[in-house]
């Protein structure tokens, strides 16, 4: 039985998530969804097929040279498959709030800001949600403020959206008619039972729920020996934590 | 003659005047740290900040200062290190006026004005918050009958020029030509600035021109009216290709901020010694 640490295992979760795409992109503060897509890419490599991977933070692992516009124009022309958004809180319609919480113009405790999100969650067709903390304050009924909408009007331009929510405990998929949250996965040491008490909106669950795949030999030995070094280029803190480097 | 303006760094602290609209380029552009600690101790009054499209510890600090009565911006954060401190607080105790975007938008305004046109159109956007607090932002329909889509609405953003801009490079040719590599965002930020300093590690004694490469990496001397050369000028923001981010320096900073009074003996230390 291996060792694996709770990012390794998300990791892992995410990599799984990506082995369809053709480019993923990933933006601030993501040293896990980073670390995911790099494992993805270097797993396609080995299977002779071929995964391109933009981490904004990085200088060497980014395929633009046209200014930070670039993202949002190449998101927009449909070149980017999967990006990554996360959130202060998530409701269960798939809303987004990384701005802060109590009512905007009187608020109680002020987040960074919306990023880019009110366009990627438009434009790219596979949006990740990545939230590590799994609780009633994360995952609530209705978020506090909306950076971008988990669905739009049909005369509203969105050939993108949610498709899955990944936290610490979970694994959720998003049905986008249902406008509405399904439990795929749960870590080996949760209940669904615990996943409902701990979840602040209301979900349906999988006939065929499992538990978070565990990943095999290989693959921790690439994201051990490879990946970690190459993601301590762009997080340095996370890589020292997690890896030692 | 020269062809370019060789300033003190001073002088280019003169040149920003209390109210004005200032230019903030985001960490992985070039943070002109040096020129801010000296616009911080000279006590500039009620800047409007503009981010391209987010800061960390450049407005951070200028916010903790008393330096600045609005913002507009994507993001404010210390990255890695957490929430920035002096804003959020800012911002919860209603002392700032924030107007929040996001990263396309603040891009969009300033290509407009690169353009020398009143507004650009922008996807996305619709139906969140950001919008309806917007008020300064349009939706229309689509009035074109031969592109996009019928009846979609769209979402206009107004042009943004900018009083004043300041930021750091890596390196300035013989006649004032700006090394900016990648970070291209810096030149659309140029573009829609009324007045553009640059501040520099170094002046070499060549022409970028003479050079294919390094000709498409640079912005052209035509926009800047000052430059000023200061070494270690982005310390402890990276300067992207010369030197990585001062991460114990943030850290540092991301601790002592957390209060008013942590900041300000910070700050006293940072400005003073």
Excluded at chain 1, 64 to 83: H, K, N, P, S, V
Excluded at chain 2, 44 to 67: A, E, R
Excluded at chain 2, 132 to 152: A, F, L, T
Aim: hydrophobic share 40%; net charge neutral.
């Amino acid at each position: 039985m291996i060792e694996l640490k709770r990012e390794e295992l998300l990791i892992s979760q995410l990599a799984d998530l990506l082995v369809n795409d053709k480019h993923i992109a990933v933006g601030a503060a993501s040293p896990i969804p980073g670390a995911a897509a790099l494992l993805a890419k270097e797993e396609a490599k080995l299977q002779n097929n071929r995964i391109r991977v933009t981490i904004l933070h990085s200088n060497k692992y980014n395929n633009f040279t046209d200014g930070a516009r670039e993202l949002f124009d190449c998101a927009a022309q449909g070149r980017i498959d999967t990006f990554f958004l996360g959130g202060v809180q998530i409701d269960g319609e798939a809303n987004i709030n990384l701005v802060g919480t109590g009512s905007y113009t009187k608020i109680q405790k002020r987040f960074p800001g919306s990023f880019g999100s009110a366009l990627m969650y438009f434009v790219v067709p596979q949006i990740i949600l990545f939230r590590e903390e799994h609780s009633p304050r994360t995952l609530v009924d209705k978020v506090d403020f909306i950076s971008a909408p988990g669905f739009s009007d049909e005369n509203i331009y969105r050939p993108g959206g949610p498709k899955f929510l990944l936290t610490n405990r979970a694994l959720f998929k998003f049905n986008k008619q249902k406008k509405r949250f399904c439990l795929l996965k749960i870590h080996n040491n949760e209940s669904i039972e615990n996943i409902i008490k701990l979840t602040g909106f209301k979900f349906d669950v999988d006939d065929k729920i499992t538990n978070m795949s565990i990943p095999d030999q290989t693959r921790v030995d690439i994201l051990r020996n490879k990946i970690s070094y190459m993601v301590s280029e762009f997080y340095p803190e996370f890589a020292d934590r997690i890896w030692g480097i | 003659m020269k062809q370019f303006d060789e300033l003190s760094l001073l002088e280019i602290v003169d040149e920003v005047k209390d109210g004005d609209l200032i230019g903030i380029p985001a960490d992985y552009s070039g943070v002109p740290m040096m020129f801010t600690k000296e616009l911080i101790k000279k006590g500039v009054k009620d800047l409007k900040l503009y981010c391209l499209p987010l800061t960390t510890i450049q407005g951070d600090m200028l916010i903790g200062s008393g330096c600045v009565s609005e913002i507009e911006a994507a993001a404010v954060t210390l990255g890695e290190f957490g929430l920035a401190p002096r804003f959020s607080k800012a911002v919860e105790a209603g002392h700032i006026l924030i107007k929040d975007s996001t990263c396309p938008a603040l891009h969009a305004q300033l290509q407009a004005t690169e353009k020398s046109v009143p507004f650009m159109p922008l996807r996305g956007v619709i139906g969140s918050d950001i919008q309806k607090y917007r008020k300064d932002w349009q939706v229309i329909e689509n009035p074109m009958k031969c592109s996009g889509h019928k009846n979609e609405p769209i979402l206009l953003l107004p042009a943004v020029q900018l009083d004043v801009l300041i930021f750091h490079a890596p390196c300035v040719d013989k006649n004032g030509n700006i090394q900016i590599g990648r970070r291209r965002e810096l030149a659309t930020l140029t573009h829609a600035s009324k007045k553009v300093f640059v501040t520099t590690e170094k002046i070499l004694d060549i022409d970028f021109f003479d050079n294919e490469l390094s000709a498409a990496t640079c912005l052209p001397a035509l926009y800047v009216d000052g430059i000023s050369v200061v070494e270690n000028g982005a310390w402890p923001c990276a300067l992207p290709g010369v030197y990585g981010q001062d991460n114990d320096e943030i850290k540092k900073y991301s601790i002592a901020a957390k209060t008013q009074k942590g900041f300000e003996e910070y700050m006293q230390n940072y400005l003073f010694n």
